[in-house]
């Protein structure tokens, strides 16, 4: 085998983010009774709550946001779209999405056949993702699918997020691995794929939505059973 170790991605990659963030938020819209509050149509709010999120989650990774702050601005931004400037609202639903999004287990068409194929074919499997330790763990746990990965990386636990080299550098000691016999694999063209690329790695860009891009990973594929192909 060319390599001995793969490097996963967890977010957008195996686990449905969108699909899985959706549900959480919706229990939450509904739990809070936001429809009595101005928010008639919960797709334009998820819409403007996706669109903050996207904009805090940059800031963060770039170190310009703190991890509580992101956690309720999030709210707070898009509660503010509907006039409704309430901080202990907004903290509340930051809590709560937390606790619930990681109890959702959609994941990506084949995620548990590739996993279990890459398994059987001896591959050591490990994570290296930027969400926070305890929920990454937890969704780990609720999508059954922990016991693949022999590491588990996160920002929180290396005190880097990716695309920084450091933190692919703490998961290849982490996992004993050198750099010529592991692969990165992963949704995400700056944090995975560029990241991947400057701490070494060969990369896998796993484009679900048929993204374009001048960026050149090792390999390209658009559904996780092209896995197979390459390993």
Same mark, same amino acid.
Not at 73 to 100: C, P, Q, T
């Given at each position: 085998m060319?390599?001995?170790?793969?490097? *996963?991605?967890?977010? /957008?990659?195996?686990w449905?983010?969108?699909? #899985?963030?959706?549900?959480? &938020? @919706?229990? =939450?819209?509904?739990?809070?009774?936001?429809?009595?509050?101005?928010?008639?149509?919960?797709n334009?709010f998820?819409?403007?709550?996706?669109?903050?999120?996207?904009?805090?989650?940059?800031?963060?990774s770039?170190?310009?946001?703190?991890?509580?702050?992101?956690?309720?601005?999030?709210?707070?931004?898009?509660?503010?779209?509907?006039?409704?400037a309430?901080?202990?609202l907004?903290?509340?639903?930051?809590?709560k999405?937390?606790?619930?999004?990681?109890t959702?287990?959609?994941l *990506?068409?084949y995620? /548990?056949?590739?996993?279990?194929?890459?398994? #059987?074919?001896?591959?050591? &499997? @490990?994570? =290296?993702?930027?969400g926070?330790?305890?929920?990454q763990?937890?969704?780990l746990?609720k999508?059954?699918?922990g016991?693949?990965?022999?590491?588990?990386?996160?920002?929180?636990?290396?005190?880097?997020?990716?695309?920084?080299?450091?933190?692919?550098?703490?998961?290849?000691?982490?996992?004993g691995?050198?750099?010529?016999?592991?692969?990165?694999?992963?949704?995400?063209l700056?944090?995975?794929?560029?990241?991947?690329?400057?701490a070494?790695?060969?990369?896998?860009?796993?484009?679900?939505?048929?993204?374009?891009t001048?960026?050149k990973?090792?390999?390209?594929?658009?559904?996780?059973?092209?896995?197979?192909?390459?390993?």
């Amino acid at each position: 085998m060319q390599y001995e170790h793969l490097f *996963f991605d967890l977010d /957008h990659t195996l686990w449905d983010f969108d699909t #899985n963030s959706r549900e959480a &938020m @919706h229990d =939450i819209y509904t739990g809070h009774e936001l429809n009595k509050r101005g928010i008639a149509d919960f797709n334009e709010f998820f819409e403007k709550y996706s669109q903050h999120n996207h904009h805090l989650w940059e800031k963060y990774s770039k170190g310009l946001i703190k991890q509580d702050e992101l956690r309720w601005k999030r709210m707070w931004l898009s509660l503010l779209d509907y006039k409704i400037a309430d901080e202990s609202l907004s903290r509340s639903m930051g809590v709560k999405f937390l606790d619930i999004l990681p109890t959702k287990n959609s994941l *990506f068409p084949y995620t /548990h056949e590739i996993l279990t194929y890459l398994k #059987n074919k001896g591959y050591v &499997m @490990h994570l =290296i993702t930027n969400g926070f330790e305890k929920v990454q763990y937890h969704k780990l746990e609720k999508s059954n699918i922990g016991s693949f990965f022999k590491e588990v990386i996160t920002s929180e636990g290396s005190n880097s997020l990716k695309p920084n080299k450091e933190i692919f550098d703490h998961a290849l000691q982490r996992a004993g691995a050198g750099q010529k016999e592991s692969i990165m694999i992963g949704d995400n063209l700056e944090a995975d794929i560029i990241g991947g690329m400057n701490a070494g790695l060969d990369t896998v860009f796993v484009n679900h939505i048929n993204a374009i891009t001048d960026i050149k990973p090792t390999y390209t594929i658009y559904h996780l059973k092209e896995l197979e192909s390459i390993f």
